[in-house]
């Protein structure tokens, strides 16, 4: 269904959501969706510095030398 809509089809829907909402509705609209991706990009960003972060000191706490560790 989807696949006809064509490029006329998608500037008459511009239109009429433009009409229905007004210039600074849908311009508010896209600043929240901008902020909404940005702190997504910052909480993937965050996870992966924190997993990054739990490797390095799962690393630093197994200091005992493999011959001695079945040695418990």
């Known amino acids: ?10 500037l008459l829907i511009a239109v009429v959501v433009l009409v229905l909402f007004g210039r600074g509705k ?3 609209l896209m600043g929240e969706v901008g902020k909404g991706i940005t702190a997504f990009k910052k909480g993937v960003s965050d996870g992966s510095k924190e997993l990054e972060d739990d ?3 799962e690393e630093a706490r197994d200091v005992t030398p493999e011959n001695e560790k079945d040695k418990v």
Not at 1 to 10: A, F, K, S, T, Y
Request: hydrophobic fraction near 45%; proline fraction near 6%.
């Open 1 to 10: 269904m989807l696949n006809n809509i064509g490029l006329p089809g998608l």
């Open 26 to 28: 849908i311009s508010s």
């Open 55 to 57: 490797e390095k000191a």
